[in-house]
């Protein structure tokens, strides 16, 4: 089975909301799983199912953008159950708020969770970082969180968080963007820190992560966002196919690892 | 007289900090600053709730404290908000690229209009240094864009000297300067006249950021006092 492990969908709005917000003649942004399942189905070889979550939420301007997002896609669920798994999204930042929408959504079944801590400016191993991450090791859920270079969401300030949290896995997405070596060497000492293969500038990092940290840790993933453009899953797929990966090695990183992390959090895939 | 333009009050979620009004008066009557530019923490996205506590410091030391709200683009009622501020006796808007609104979107160039018709300056506000996803061609387009807007720029924006050199709108803030001198530096390709005195309180000092000026061999006191307050004063039209 293929797993893309990392897919954004949005609702469609209506056209006024959208021109009041943008430019003349800018293009309609998202992705919803209308749009999205031909999509995976086009993709050589085909995508079984995506873990999908919210974007415009990532740094939320009210609570009210969380739940809007995380409903459409428990909504997205029951329709497609078949073709995809979710994850709910939280903004560290709304305190509170923050704390009750991710117990609601964890509770009503999404018990993946993905946080982007560079949307609103909080460095990972903040106290707001740290508040979340105890609420999810509580509830028995997995986080699964943006990594880039800046401040906030390196792979050495997302592996100082984890750090504090060994008994609890979770995912540092597109393994590190252009500080893939830095998330290596994240992974090699923390045995609960996982990867995925989004945005990853150089291929024969996947390699590497298989030689040196194990060939358990790493999922394969897309960032897909848009309906052009964007970071698209046959190019996701391309990107790990290029490495001419032993059979064992591309079922693992294509679905196994996934499978195998989200039942260890009670998801099916 | 002394006028700091950096201040935070109210509530950081993100370090859990909370810093009230009384305190920064205590910390200004220890280190000999006159007034200070008050605004919420930007990390905070609950900004009608901390412009509440803003404006509560205002009222409660006149003399004191300048008022600034902030502001996220992304609110639907920005612009009604904006106008209640006015009314409510705030000086100017602070807002911050944590916000997600790209300097070249719709949503910030409604923000800056705004400010514009309501005679406020624009605090550009940024708690990064270098690494942040901040464009810098769609921030120096909206900055040569509206010329008669008076920005206070932060200088941890990258190259926040060069942009300041570039557009005459433009004031820095001096909280990220190491040292005096690196502030006296400033002042060759900006202008004395466009730097601002900024301690970015709680996390800075204010007594450090008048010590990292008098220690300064680099400027003269004429330079110093448009540093201290002249510059602001005009920029404020106070």
Redesign the interface.
């Known amino acids: 089975m293929i797993i893309d492990a990392h897919v954004h969908l949005m609702e469609k709005k209506p056209d006024s909301a959208w021109v009041r917000?943008?430019?003349p003649g800018q293009t309609p942004f998202g992705l919803s799983a209308e749009e999205h399942i031909p999509k995976m189905d086009a993709c050589k070889p085909r995508i079984d199912k995506s873990l999908i979550f919210g974007l415009s939420s990532?740094?939320?301007?009210?609570p009210g953008r969380m739940v809007e997002e995380n409903n459409y896609v428990m909504d997205v669920l029951k329709k497609y159950p078949t073709r995809y798994i979710g994850a709910g999204v939280v903004?560290?930042?709304?305190?509170d708020h923050a704390i009750n929408e991710l117990h609601r959504f964890v509770e009503k079944g999404l018990r993946v969770v993905k946080i982007r801590f560079?949307?609103?400016?909080?460095?990972a191993n903040?106290?707001?970082g740290q508040r979340v991450f105890a609420e999810i090791e509580k509830l028995g859920a997995l986080p699964i969180c943006h990594s880039?270079?800046?401040?906030?969401s390196n792979p050495l300030m997302l592996g100082d968080l984890a750090r504090m949290f060994p008994n609890m896995k979770m995912v540092i997405q597109h393994f590190g963007e252009y500080l893939s070596l830095d998330a290596l060497s994240v992974c090699k000492n923390l045995d609960n820190v996982y990867v995925d293969t989004s945005a990853l500038v150089h291929p024969k990092n996947i390699v590497v992560f298989m030689d040196e940290v194990g060939e358990d840790r790493i999922l394969f993933a897309s960032d897909t966002l848009s309906v052009r453009g964007g970071l698209q899953p046959q190019d996701a797929l391309n990107r790990v196919l290029c490495l001419d990966l032993p059979k064992k090695r591309l079922d693992k990183v294509l679905g196994d690892n996934t499978i195998k992390l989200l039942k260890s959090v009670g998801v099916k895939a | 007289m002394k006028i700091d333009v950096h201040n935070h009050i109210g509530f950081d979620?993100?370090?859990?900090i909370k810093r009230t009004a009384d305190e920064l008066v205590k910390e200004m009557d220890e280190a000999g600053v006159d007034k200070c530019i008050v605004f919420p923490f930007?990390?905070?996205?609950?900004l009608v709730e901390q412009n509440k506590l803003v404006k509560a410091a205002m009222d409660r030391h006149p003399e004191r404290l300048i008022g600034f709200f902030l502001m996220?683009p992304?609110?639907p009622e920005m612009v009604d908000l904006m106008y209640g501020y006015k009314e409510q006796g705030f000086a100017g808007v602070v807002t911050?690229?944590?916000?997600?609104v790209d300097h070249g979107?719709?949503?910030f160039h409604e923000l800056v209009e705004c400010a514009l018709t309501l005679d406020m300056p624009v605090w550009l506000h940024s708690?990064?240094?270098d690494?942040?996803?901040v464009y810098i061609a769609p921030l120096e387009a909206m900055l040569g864009k509206y010329p008669q807007v008076r920005f206070i720029l932060s200088s941890m924006y990258y190259d926040s000297t060069g942009i300041a050199a570039k557009y005459k709108n433009v004031y820095l803030d001096t909280a990220t300067a190491m040292s005096g001198s690196m502030t006296a530096a400033v002042t060759q390709p900006v202008g004395t006249h466009r730097v601002l005195m900024g301690a970015n309180t709680p996390y800075g000092l204010l007594k450090r950021e008048i010590d990292k000026l008098e220690y300064a061999e680099e400027l003269t006191g004429f330079q110093r006092k448009l540093i201290y307050s002249e510059n602001l004063k005009r920029l404020l039209k106070i």
């Open positions: 917000t943008q430019w990532l740094a939320s301007d009210t903004d560290p930042s709304w305190g560079s949307s609103m400016h909080y460095h903040c106290k707001a880039d270079w800046t401040h906030y | 979620p993100a370090y859990e930007t990390t905070n996205p609950d996220n992304r609110l911050d690229p944590r916000f997600g979107s719709k949503q708690d990064d240094k690494t942040m996803r």
